[in-house]
């Protein structure tokens, strides 16, 4: 069956470290996204990508960073970790405006 | 104000009740919507799309109010298993969803 994985489901890193977060999906969708859900916050936006090559910055992109060569992965990476960045994070794929979310990661920066 | 908001309960409410969410958003040039639920630590999961006739999925059904800029979710004879979080969304052209914080529902039995 088709499906959005992320991998680690769980990080614990050091701050000012460099971490990079895994999404695959095999639905092939040309829509993925990265939300990051803290409580208070909701599902905040980090980056976005309509397809192959194709990235935009979301609400809340600083300090994240994602690239897009094929359709199946979307990996986000942390370029120096910050304990503000202690958050789940969802990966979501879909095709026209829906989106469907993997089951997350759990970062925690110390 | 911000771009989709919703009212974070609790709503707590025995089996069999009633219940109806709402959720509003400020930018009228929003496209889509949507209702997702979402288990504790879980990922959320599509619960319905909201279209502009209403639409009803069982004992779900949604609704949208253009004018009013709001969407509804309304469930009847809850269940102990809708206990979860219900997030709205909405899509912005050239961007993304836009998610409210999540109204939360228990049913007590």
């Known amino acids: 069956d088709a499906e959005i994985t992320q991998s680690p489901r769980h990080k614990i890193t050091e701050t000012g470290r460099q971490v990079t977060l895994a999404c695959h999906q095999t639905w092939n969708h040309n829509n993925m996204f990265w939300y990051r859900q803290d409580l208070g916050h909701g599902l905040r936006l980090i980056h976005y990508?309509?397809?192959?090559?194709?990235?935009n910055k979301g609400e809340v992109s600083d300090g994240y960073s994602v690239s897009r060569s094929n359709t199946e992965d979307l990996p986000l990476t942390l370029e120096s970790a910050a304990s503000s960045q202690t958050s789940v994070y969802f990966c979501?794929?879909?095709?026209?405006?829906?989106?469907?979310f993997g089951p997350g990661t759990r970062l925690t920066v110390t | 104000r911000k771009e989709v908001e919703q009212d974070p309960g609790p709503f707590n409410v025995p089996e069999g009740a009633t219940v109806a969410f709402n959720c509003t958003y400020s930018?009228?040039?929003?496209?889509?919507f949507f209702w997702y639920r979402q288990d504790c630590r879980k990922e959320p999961k599509l619960l319905m799309s909201v279209y502009s006739s209403g639409n009803e999925d069982g004992r779900f059904t949604a609704q949208l109010n253009r004018a009013s800029q709001y969407i509804s979710l309304l469930i009847r004879d809850s269940k102990l298993s809708d206990s979860a979080t219900y997030l709205c969304a909405v899509y912005q052209a050239g961007t993304a969803l836009i998610f409210g914080k999540g109204t939360t529902l228990s049913v007590s039995s």
């Open positions: 990508s309509y397809g192959v090559h194709d990235t």
């Open positions: 930018n009228s040039a929003s496209q889509s």
């Open positions: 979501a794929s879909g095709q026209s405006y829906e989106q469907y």
